[in-house]
């Protein structure tokens, strides 16, 4: 069975909410307009939250507008990238070459403070 973001509708009604959005966001542009008609008037905090919100809004509405129902696909993540488990559950797997463990390859060196022994198993 299909999720409910899979479907032409939704994708419509994502592109049209960034459509929307792009519509506040002119808005909020045209009124700080407005609300500052000389450049060297002092901006209030007004004017502030009128540039994030014109800010906000026209960047939602470009991604909604260019992906819609593709902001829910899912993507694979490479193994380099993926989060490891809580350090208290992992365990280091074994080398290629002995007995060594992943974790033995780069131990602190206690002689030279802050330097690391990194060996090579064969």
């Not at 909604?64 to 902001?71: E, F, Y």
């Not at 060196?109 to 330097?115: P, V």
């Amino acid at each position: 069975m299909r999720d409910w973001h899979q479907n032409w509708r939704t994708d419509i009604g994502l592109r049209l909410s960034g459509v929307a959005l792009w519509g506040l966001s002119w808005l909020a542009t045209r009124k700080l307009i407005l609300l500052l008609p000389e450049p060297s008037a002092s901006p209030g905090a007004g004017a502030f939250a009128l540039a994030a919100a014109a800010f906000l809004c026209a960047s939602l509405g470009g991604i909604l507008l260019t992906l819609g129902d593709h902001i829910f696909d899912r993507i694979e993540i490479d193994e380099r990238w993926r989060a490891l488990p809580p350090p208290d559950t992992w365990q280091p797997e074994p080398t290629r070459g002995g007995t060594e463990t992943a974790a033995s390859l780069a131990l602190p060196n206690k002689e030279n403070q802050g330097a690391f022994n990194l060996t090579r198993s064969a």
